[in-house]
């Protein structure tokens, strides 16, 4: 991690919250998809 400190935490935050949401939505999809088989 030396050498990023010129990034900014919101940027940071922004990138976490871009991936938290992606992983969201993939988990939705395979939950429903897990109930549709049911």
Do not use: D, K, P
């Amino acid at each position: 991690m030396l050498g990023l400190h010129s990034f900014n935490i919101v940027e940071n935050w922004a990138i976490l919250l871009g991936v938290a949401v992606v992983f969201v939505t993939i988990g939705m999809a395979v939950s429903l998809r897990v109930l549709e088989n049911y």
